[in-house]
Every structure is written in C-alpha cells, then in structure tokens.
T-cell receptor, first 119, second 112 residues
Framework: GAVVSQHPSWVICKSGTSVKIECRSL??????MFWYRQFPKQSLMLMAT?????????EQGVEKDKFLINHASLTLSTLTVTSAHPEDSSFYIC???????????????FGNGTRLTVT | SQQGEEDPQALSIQEGENATMNCSYK?????LQWYRQNSGRGLVHLIL?????REKHSGRLRVTLDTSKKSSSLLITASRAADTASYFC????????????FGTGTRLKVLA
C-alpha cells in the first residue's frame, strides 16, 4: 500500500517551454503533498508544500510564478515549471502524507522522481 | 538553514560488516525518520523514531536518538550489496508546519 505515482519519470524540453509533472497518491488520500528538488549527489531541498484546495506554501527563495503548484484533488498535485531554462534541469521528487495517519508520526510516501533536462 | 548534517558523507564497507551513519539536527522535533534512496529513484521510508524514544529496531536496522545532543544514528548490521544506496535522515520540527527537512545524506557502498 501507500503508493505514489509520479509522471513523467524523465522529460527533455527546450528552453522557454513549460513542463508539467504529476504526483498521484494511488491508494490513499493526501491533503498535503511536498515537492522537492535534488541536485546530483546532494540532499532533497523542499520547494513547496501543496495543500488540497488551497494555495501552495513556497519555501524562501523559490519563485512561485516559476514553479506553479496545483493540488486540485485529494490524490493529485501537479508542478509546472514555466518558461524552463537550463538551470532548471534537476531531479524533482514529490511526496505525500496519508490524511488518515497521525500527522505527527507518519512517514512520507515518495514518487520515483522526474528527471528534467532543459536544452 | 534548518537542514541537518549527516556523517560520513560517504561510506564504503565489505559485505557482512556493519554500517553506522550519524545525523545531527538543529530544532526540536516530534520525530526523526530515516529514508533510503537508490540512485535516480524516490525515497523509501525505513524507520521512524519519536522524540520520546531512545532506540528502535527493525530487522537489521537499529536507530538511536539523543534529543539532548540533537543527534541520531542508523546502524545497518550484516550489510549486503543490496544495501548500497544513499541514506537520509529527516526531521519535522515542532513549528507546526508538519514539513520534513532532510539531512545531507550518507552514500553507502557495500562491496561484495
């Protein structure tokens, strides 16, 4: 159980285009999902907290107009990288928390990540 | 930055040996979690230890937590080549935001 599907697993796009990444919880509902960015051999950097039915909360230094987050349902959050540039190339990972679990003591369930390459 | 520190950054051991990784964090926590990441993949939850617990076991994994020192350790006993991965600790903080901050990670390589 507790499967998170992230799609696509990799994408190559041209500079200036937009890319949408989907994160779906398959067998549980998630009022909260998190989006991370990871550079090679580095840790995960939290970009934003996605809240179902409300605006996302962005971490300091993350441009909300650049990284659009939509959490339209209890099982789907999307991250859109707008007007992508080569410096946006990275590994993006989502995670979700089961709304039925204790918020203080429950694990995060991760998607398998999306490798974005902007040429 | 709230990010925790882990050491060592990289660890290479022989199959059958034990691997120990340490994590230090900066704020008060509700719990600390350890995750594993295979190269180019998402993270898999390994174990959660609550702030009022000092030690926890799960199979070949043993986690300790010292809240007075704001540190935790992960011990993998009798390591296997399949344990080769990056290991991260994550803390939630007690600020009420319920978001997790990940440590810098330890890259473990187990040689067959």
């Amino acid at each position: 159980g507790a499967v998170v599907s992230q799609h696509p697993s990799w994408v190559i796009c041209k500079s200036g285009t937009s890319v949408k990444i989907e994160c779906r919880s398959l067998d549980f509902q998630a009022t909260t999902m998190f989006w991370y960015r990871q550079f090679p051999k580095q840790s995960l950097m939290l970009m934003a907290t996605s809240n179902e039915g409300s605006k996302a909360t962005y971490e300091q230094g993350v441009e909300k107009d650049k990284f659009l987050i939509n959490h339209a349902s209890l099982t789907l959050s999307t991250l859109t990288v707008t007007s992508a540039h080569p410096e946006d190339s990275s590994f993006y990972i989502c995670s979700a928390r089961d709304r039925k679990r204790d918020i203080y003591n429950s694990p995060l369930h991760f998607g398998n990540g999306t490798r974005l390459t902007v040429t | 930055s709230q990010q925790g520190e882990e050491d060592p950054q990289a660890l290479s051991i022989q199959e059958g040996e034990n691997a120990t990784m340490n994590c230090s964090y900066k704020t008060s926590i509700n719990n600390l979690q350890w995750y594993r990441q295979n190269s180019g993949r998402g993270l898999v939850h390994l174990i959660l230890i609550r702030s009022n617990e000092r030690e926890k076991h799960s199979g070949r994994l043993r986690v300790t937590l010292d809240t007075s020192k704001k540190s935790s350790s992960l011990l993998i006993t009798a390591s296997r080549a399949a344990d080769t991965a990056s290991y991260f600790c994550a803390t939630d903080g007690t600020s009420g935001t319920y978001k997790y901050i990940f440590g810098t990670g330890t890259r473990l390589k187990v040689l067959a």
